[in-house]
Structures are given as C-alpha cells and as structure tokens.
C-alpha cells in the first residue's frame, strides 16, 4: 500500500462500515471500538466484545483486520480482541436479543459448507459436486443441496432424472452416487427464474432446506448462486455455516470478486475456508507441460493477500466438461487422473479444516 497512513478519525470512518453481522449498526456503534493506536507504520485497534460468540468473533476480527490492511495504509495492521463468550456476559456491549436470531444448525447435519464465486460459469457446482464425490469416497455421509435458482444445474450434473420424493410433508433428497441431493431446479419451473427475486426466493431456499429429510449428513455443500447477493447474506445468517470455498478462475476480473465474495463471508462471519483457482493451468496430455492459457500465481497472490488459504488448483481440462455433461463427476470415472486428483487434493484441504474445528 504506497498511500499515505490515515489518522485515527479516518479509521474510525472505516470502522463505522463494519456491520455487526445480522445487524445494521456497526461494531463503533455498539462500543467495541476499545482503542486505536498508531505508532509509524503500525496500526492497532483494541476491539472489546462482550456476549460474542468466538466463531462470529474471530469473523468480525478478520474483516477488521483485512479492511484495514487494504484501506488505511499501514504496514501492520494488529487487531487485538478481547472476547467474553455469550454465557459469561453479564453487562456490556451485547447487541439487543430481539434484533435477529443467531444462525442455527439444520438438524442432523453436522457441517454446512458454503461453494460460492464472485462470478457465474467460473465452475463452482463442478467443484461443489467432485467435492460431494470426494466426501463420499472418504466414507462420509453427504448431501449436496444446489441453491443456485439462476442456473440449477444438479440435476445434469449428477444426471438425475426423476425429481425428489414425499414422506408426509418432508421431502425426500434424490441419491445418486451416495449423495443425498436437492435442487431449487426440482420445483422451479425452466424459464421462471427471472420472478423469483428477494424476499420470496430466500423463503422458497430456506423452505426447501428446511422441509427435505436430509437424515444424518457429516457434510452438506451448498451450492450457491455466483455473486454477493441477497440469497448468500439471508442463508448465511438464517444457517449457521460452518465454513466457505471461494471458486475463482484466474483472471484479474474474477480474483476482484473473490476479494468481494471472501469480504461478505467474513462480514456475516462465515469463515472462508480457502481458494479453488480453476480452469487454472492446462496439461497437456501428450507431453505433459503445464501452460497457463488465464496467467499464472493470481490464486497464490490472492490467498497471500486475504490471508486465506489456497485449496488446490483445478486444471483446465475437457475431461472435466465431457463427463459433467454426462452426469458423472470426474472424480468418479476418471479417480486416477490428474484432474481429480486435483479435487481430491482440495476435498482432503477442506476435510482437514473440517476435523480441526
Ligand atoms: N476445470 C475445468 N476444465 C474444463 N471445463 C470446466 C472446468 N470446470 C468447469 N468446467 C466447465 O465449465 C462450465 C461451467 O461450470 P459450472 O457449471 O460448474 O460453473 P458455475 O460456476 O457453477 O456456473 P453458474 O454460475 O452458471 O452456476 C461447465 O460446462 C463445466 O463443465
Ligand atoms: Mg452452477
């Protein structure tokens, strides 16, 4: 950052600009701006929060810390928190009960993992559904539910043809390959999309998350719609996700939006697992050389800047299209390959993250 470092009033305007997740007064507003403290090219801003859980903590305190580092001009950027858990509190800072119910769990399902992309086509249901395959072959039980009303695209995926069951006002997910799926594209109408905006398509999500028998899941991959919009910021603060993958390819364009997206997740104070940079280099499959069609080290500059982990790299391979288009994941028909060696790579990253918390 070559811009000059900010005064303490400035950062403080900055500061104002980081909502309290699920709320619209910020974290100044709620008084957990303890003390900014500005020492040459340092930069230090004690945060006090009282009544937080530490997951929505440790969310509020990166983004923090990132928009700082982007926007205030310093070298360092500390922020340092200190945290009371809810059932500790006894007086303080703690926002209002009544504003917002925290995020909950959907029963039975003990991780919900977010695969989310700034822009469409960059390949998120491909990897969101290899992911699924991945899990599955580690021995876990897994659903796939794909929320992306734009372009739902599960059912070619895992070329499913029948649409899901009923068991009294429940549905019942579609299994193909070991994966329990549901589809936004089961009930919605080819060419309605367009007049499912806001408010009824979140409900419309949330209904059919809430009403499918998803059983007993270890991992449940939400494909979500490309984009920072509504639909992530409502199911993020309905659910409680424990975790999100940013899909990127590697042009310039598409890492800006991986910036935006990785800024909304830590905002409604989902942490971001790491990066998937796909379509990320080509193999050839006669000689082997890897070339890079989009440049090369955009997903290794990207996760070093957010300080978000880099989950794998996804080759550019036709394979990949062909047998998505025939309803079966690489990783499936082809597991000794390259490519899905690849996903799995990125499912063991993710598998890792999963275990540790
Ligand atoms: N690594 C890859 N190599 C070659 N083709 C790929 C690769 N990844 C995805 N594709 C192809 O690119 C197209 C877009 O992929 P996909 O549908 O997964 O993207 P998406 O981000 O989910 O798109 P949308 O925003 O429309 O939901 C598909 O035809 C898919 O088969
Ligand atoms: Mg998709």
Partial sequence: MSNKPLQEAEILKILKTVKYPGYSRDIVSFGMVKNIIIE?????????????????ADGLKEYTHNILKAEAGFKDVEILAEVTPPAEETHGHQPPPEEKAPPQPIPGVKKIIAVSSGKGGVGKSTVAVNLAVAAVKAGKKVGIMDADIHGPSLPTLLHIEDGPGTEGDRMLPVEKYGIKGMSIGFIVEPGQPLIWRGPMLNKALEQLLDTTKWGDLDVLFLDLPPGTGDVQISLSQKYRIDGAIVVT??????????????????????????????????????CGHESHPFGAGGGEKESSFL??????????????????????????????GGSAKSYLQVWENVSNYIDSK
């Fill in 40 to 56: 040459g090219d340092k930069l230090q801003v004690e945060l006090v929060m009282r009544g937080v859980e530490q997951r929505l």
């Fill in 249 to 286: 390819t590697p042009q310039n364009l598409a890492l800006e939006d991986v910036r935006r997206g990785a800024v909304m997740f830590q905002h409604t104070a989902v942490p971001v697992i790491g990066i998937v940079e796909n379509m990320s280099y080509y193999s050839c499959p006669n």
């Fill in 307 to 336: 300080g978000i982990p880099l989950l794998g790299k996804i080759p550019l391979d036709p394979q990949i299209m062909v047998q998505s288009d025939s309803g079966e994941p690489v990783v499936l028909a082809e597991p000794e």
